[in-house]
């Protein structure tokens, strides 16, 4: 039923990903799945978050990247979740749209993702979550 999971994470709100973990950990060993974790570096300068210093000269996209792609392997390291059945991706760009993305280039036959409490820009602006439930082809499990 669930043999591709995808779980976005974002490394900057591991209080997030904490939720997520028992989640996951249980929807993996039903089906002995792939689980697929995913970070996406919006094209901002969000690069602080990532412990990068704030410098009148940008950082190199590929330094940015190594860097979340260290953090996502922290994240994922949370996980119970044999190395064999983990893959990793980080990309750029805007996350709900990369999460789709890569949701439909693998297969994904579930998609876990955690967010927050709604509040009121959550309501107005929308959130990742929320886009990825209205527009994913595959079921979405929303975890808060």
């Not at 995808?6 to 709100?13: A, G, H, M, N, Q």
């Not at 970070?39 to 996209?61: D, N, Q, R």
């Not at 929320?130 to 979405?140: E, F, L």
Request: charged share 20%; with cysteine.
């Amino acid at each position: 039923m669930y043999r591709t999971i995808l779980v976005p994470v974002d490394v900057t709100e591991p209080e997030l990903t904490e939720m997520v973990v028992p989640h996951v950990e249980t929807l993996a060993k039903l089906e002995d799945a792939q689980v697929h974790f995913l970070t996406v570096i919006p094209p901002l300068p969000y690069y602080t978050t990532l412990g990068l210093a704030y410098s009148a000269e940008l950082p190199e996209k590929e330094d940015i990247i190594g860097e979340a792609g260290k953090k996502l392997d922290d994240v994922i390291a949370r996980f119970s979740i044999p190395e064999d059945r983990i893959e990793k991706h980080v990309t750029w760009g805007a996350p709900k749209d990369q999460i789709l993305s890569l949701a439909k280039d693998i297969g994904a036959n579930v998609i876990v993702i955690a967010s927050h409490k709604p509040s009121v820009t959550t309501y107005l602006l929308g959130s990742n979550a929320a886009v990825v439930v209205r527009h994913a082809t595959c079921p979405v499990l929303v975890v808060r």
